[in-house]
């Protein structure tokens, strides 16, 4: 199988939580520390973007921080600079910083999905469309997609799934590896870390 990258998007201000919220203690260890363990779970290469005015945190081993170019430009921006930096991968899977319980398995078939079939994203089905995170992208595609809808002025996350070829994952056949949804949890405020 090629190369895949791990990106975890963590660049945002956490004004919801009151605090950084990637910083918070979720069974034992911290968010982002999660996130980044259960995306090194299906990569080669693990790629954390922050912003740039962020302080370096304490990374696991095998990880790495990237800098989005400016502040305030909201995830795409953040996707852009890690794709760039991701640039050695066919693939990348794209979670949140703030999404501690990914399923490792889910994730696995996402990358099949994309590697085995025709697209350029793939993503899990929810009632409400495809979901902007977890996501797979092939690499240099979706930076070329991401580097275009920038220049446009559109900043949302699910825009990149709007332009590229995306192969979407039945709820049924996602939920079967991931019946809790935790895949798609992620933490916006502290009461959120009950659940």
Do not use: N
Not at 176 to 188: G, Y
Request: proline fraction near 7%; aromatic fraction near 2%.
């Amino acid at each position: 199988m090629s190369a895949i990258a791990g990106i975890v998007l963590a660049g945002g201000g956490s004004s919801r939580f009151g605090s950084d919220k990637l910083l918070a203690r979720y069974h034992g260890s911290s968010l982002l520390h999660r996130a980044i363990e259960r995306v090194g779970e299906v990569s080669d290469d693990v790629v954390v973007v922050m912003s740039p005015a962020a302080a370096d945190p304490a990374m696991p081993p095998g990880a790495r921080v990237v800098r989005d170019s400016s502040e305030g430009e909201g995830p795409l921006a953040g996707l852009h600079a890690g794709l760039l930096a991701a640039v050695r991968s066919d693939l990348a899977v794209v979670v949140g910083g703030d999404m501690p319980d990914l399923q490792p398995q889910v994730l696995r078939s996402m990358v099949l999905a994309l590697h085995d079939g025709p697209g350029d994203a793939a993503a899990l089905a929810t009632a409400d469309g495809p979901s902007p995170l977890p996501i797979v992208l092939r690499t240099w595609p979706a930076a070329d997609a991401v580097h275009t809808l920038l220049h446009a002025g559109r900043r949302r996350l699910g825009d990149v799934l709007d332009v590229l070829d995306t192969v979407v994952i039945d709820e049924t056949t996602w939920t079967a590896m991931d019946p809790d949804r935790r895949s798609l949890f992620d933490v916006d405020e502290p009461s959120d870390l009950e659940r």
